[in-house]
């Protein structure tokens, strides 16, 4: 194997995939809800849907969503053998282990966080992914805007959305200043900028995310 | 000064050799004294379990100052127990109450397979630092001191990253069994000083490599090899050993 396909192999390689992938994912996420937010405007989701037929036509945005899609998948694989690894790494559990005593519980628990989030993507992409290609390939009108107010009538649906978020926001609470670090930016100056920036990230994206279905539902954006 | 007046309940994993299973088996203690170290506590112990005919604990220690590494044992959850900075021949008996039960177990990891009851083989870490661990110095007249100007701030970091001393707390407390933070501080009290420039890029290659031949886990970040490392090595270590493996890995040319 050659020193560079060696570099993506090895412990840290890997790591720096994940990390990778994590902040491109990050800014996804501030594509997404920035977009999405547009609907608080109440006026009848006119501008959301500018907006959202702009991402589900444009070529630029289509290519760039291949790009997005190749990011997760990377993310999951990474993820799965690095914790395969890990788990080889201790055969024999402890007894009696203490962690709490000495980090976060989200921040060992990344890959069920993960796992939910990703049970909730799977969901997420068949509510509104899958009619907007379905509409692009097959020249049809669709309404996103009305798709969404359809689908956050149910209140389960409301209920999974929310739990949704809240796994992404625990899981960006360690994984935001995480990938910072595995990347090597560690810095006496700028870490606790980092680390201040993603506490807030975590807290302030999720709600977003989390009201506009609260909001439908309540009947408070129609 | 208080003597003899502690009744603890001791759980220790007891282990025949490396290929038996073992098993936690109780053991009552009566009239420990608070101001005993926990080591001092394990060799009264042993003494009743010599006196009995039994088998004593086997355990590693040396020094007893809390500056060789040897001292191991996974104190009810914690490596060297729950005090912070504090290996466990430097712990006492005063950090428990009377009555405790306390649950004694070795490092868990692959890399560090258990050789009998609480002892574990950690000559994985003795082959890292093989890998690269070292600067290669001519022989000859040592250099005069000042020949090479070397910034506070720097000398201080590599003074901090050099005060491990491979116990394996890291490891052991790690939920993914990963060396990352004893190999960052090897790597890097040598990176942050002159006299590691040379081989500073293959160094960072050779014992990420020789790590993961052993078969530590993957970093996650979770900062608990940090929190309870009884020397207070610095996360920090971490993303310096990062940034120069990238550099050694797409930057330099240098193949090992």
């Known amino acids: ?222 | 000064m208080s003597t003899g007046n502690m009744n603890l309940t001791l759980q220790v994993w007891r282990q025949k050799n490396k290929n038996s299973t073992g098993k936690l088996v109780d053991y009552k203690l009566s009239d420990i004294s608070p101001d005993m170290s926990f080591l001092e506590m394990f060799d009264v112990l042993n003494e009743q379990l010599i006196n009995k005919g039994e088998e004593p604990v086997v355990f590693d220690h040396d020094c007893r100052e809390g500056i060789c590494g040897m001292c191991s044992m996974f104190i009810n959850g914690q490596p060297h127990g729950p005090k912070d900075l504090v290996t466990t021949c430097q712990l006492h008996m005063r950090s428990f109450k009377d009555g405790d039960t306390i649950v004694v177990e070795p490092w868990r990891a692959k890399a560090f397979p258990v050789i009998k009851d609480l002892a574990v083989d950690r000559s994985a870490f003795d082959r890292v630092i093989a890998a690269g661990g070292f600067v290669s110095v001519n022989t000859g007249n040592a250099q005069d001191a000042n020949n090479l100007p070397i910034p506070k701030a720097k000398a201080d970091a590599a003074f901090e990253a050099a005060a491990c001393i491979g116990c394996g707390a890291c490891v052991a407390t790690c939920k993914n069994a990963s060396a990352m933070l004893f190999v960052s501080a090897k790597i890097s009290q040598l990176a942050l000083l002159p006299q590691g420039q040379p081989e500073r890029y293959r160094r960072v290659q050779s014992m990420v490599a020789q790590m993961d031949e052993e078969g530590f886990g993957n970093c996650t970040n979770t900062g608990a090899c940090e929190a309870e490392c009884p020397k207070g090595i610095s996360l920090e270590n971490i993303a310096r050993m990062n940034r120069d493996y990238f550099s050694a890995k797409f930057i330099s040319e240098e193949e090992v």
């Open chain 1, 1 to 222: 194997m050659s020193s560079l396909s060696k570099a993506f192999t090895s412990s840290i390689g890997r790591k720096f995939v994940m990390g990778l992938t994590g902040l491109f994912l990050i800014s996804f996420l501030i594509v997404h809800v920035s977009i999405n937010a547009l609907i608080f405007l109440n006026d009848g989701g006119e501008t959301f849907n500018v907006a959202a037929d702009f991402m589900g036509h444009n070529i630029v945005i289509r290519i760039m969503e291949v790009g997005l899609f190749a990011g997760i998948i990377l993310h999951i694989v990474q993820a799965i053998t690095l914790t395969a690894q890990n788990n080889a790494a201790r055969p024999q559990k402890y007894a009696y282990n203490k962690a709490s005593a000495n980090s976060k519980w989200y921040s060992r628990s990344m890959g069920l966080l993960g796992t939910l989030i990703l049970m909730f993507l799977i969901l997420h992409l068949y509510h509104f992914w899958w009619p907007t290609k379905v509409a692009v390939y097959t020249h049809q009108e669709h309404n996103t805007f009305q798709n969404i107010v359809m689908i956050f009538q149910e209140l389960w649906v409301v209920v999974i959305y929310v739990l949704g978020v809240i796994s992404l926001g625990y899981h960006l609470l360690h994984g935001f200043q995480s990938s910072f670090q595995t990347m090597g930016w560690n810095h006496k100056k700028w870490t606790p900028v980092v680390k201040t920036i993603g506490v807030w990230f975590s807290i302030i994206v999720p709600i977003i995310f989390a009201l506009m279905p609260i909001s439908i539902y309540l009947g408070w954006i129609s």
